[in-house]
């Protein structure tokens, strides 16, 4: 399968690590991943404030980009970019857009997977090849699980690894108080949310805690960093991408995440 791979501003500016994970692991499995080299930003961000007119200019971008026939599918290691172009896309082009905005949204959108989905649904593959022998815990990101309902496939994906010891989260499905914008206007109450994440993932006694998306990490592990609590953070992808012929070494605790998320 011929796979357009997005980056997302994260991934791209932060955490180049995931991205180029999900590239290794796609091309393990036996498909070409292409990297369309005018992608930008999908534009959620903008949305998510309330400026629907304003990425209109990123939406048509990212309908060009990624509207090659030959792409048979695109993928992106975010539930939240996914969410993005799966459903405020098409808001955007109804609202703002013209009809050939809306035709190319709509050709996309339909081709548009989260990681996860698109190894378990479209790929149908669980099984990886992986190798990881260290105690993890999951962490489902809110867009992944109430916006693109991915339910149970990230943990399929990581009860298949090899020598993993894969730890239940209590309260999994309780919000880690990210959501974009939402932790620098509502500061105190992403701290508090954040804080019973904290002690749940701790509590778990894992090496390791992972999601789906790395905005979510970067919260997460910019708290686990100031506690110092010896808990990293990984992108479910580099878990994946990790086997016996090439492991993934543990960074240090202190190397986890970016400065600016401590």
């Not at 903008?46 to 209109?56: F, L």
């Not at 009860?159 to 500061?187: H, M, Q, W, Y």
Request: hydrophobic share 35%.
């Amino acid at each position: 399968m011929r796979i357009g791979l997005f980056a997302t501003c994260l991934g791209d500016t932060l955490f180049p690590d995931a991205v180029q994970s999900t590239a290794v692991l796609l091309t393990r499995l036996g498909h070409e991943v292409v990297f369309p080299p005018g992608q930008t930003c999908c534009g959620q961000m903008h949305v998510n404030t309330g400026y629907q007119r304003e990425p209109v200019p990123l939406v048509r971008g990212f309908a060009e980009q990624f509207g090659d026939p030959s792409l048979e599918a695109v993928v992106m290691p975010s539930g939240s970019c996914a969410g993005s172009v799966r459903h405020q896309h098409g808001i955007v082009a109804e609202r703002y857009g013209d009809a050939a905005l809306r035709s190319g949204v709509a050709r996309v959108r339909e081709k548009t997977y989260e990681l996860s989905e698109l190894l378990v649904d479209v790929l149908g593959v669980t099984d990886v090849g992986a190798w990881f022998p260290h105690r993890v815990t999951y962490h489902p990101t809110c867009h992944s699980l109430r916006m693109l309902r991915v339910g149970e496939k990230p943990l399929r994906l990581l009860r298949a690894v090899e020598g993993i010891d894969l730890a239940e989260l209590p309260e999994a499905d309780s919000c880690c108080g990210f959501g974009g914008t939402f932790a620098v206007k509502n500061a105190a109450t992403s701290g508090a949310m954040l804080r019973a994440k904290l002690r749940h993932v701790t509590g778990t006694g894992a090496e390791v805690c992972t999601a789906g998306d790395s905005s979510c990490l970067m919260h997460i592990g910019g708290g686990l960093s100031r506690l110092r609590a010896g808990t990293r953070t990984l992108h479910l992808a580099q878990i994946l991408s990790s086997t016996r012929q090439s492991p993934l070494t543990l960074p240090r605790t202190d190397e986890t995440q970016p400065e600016a998320a401590r």
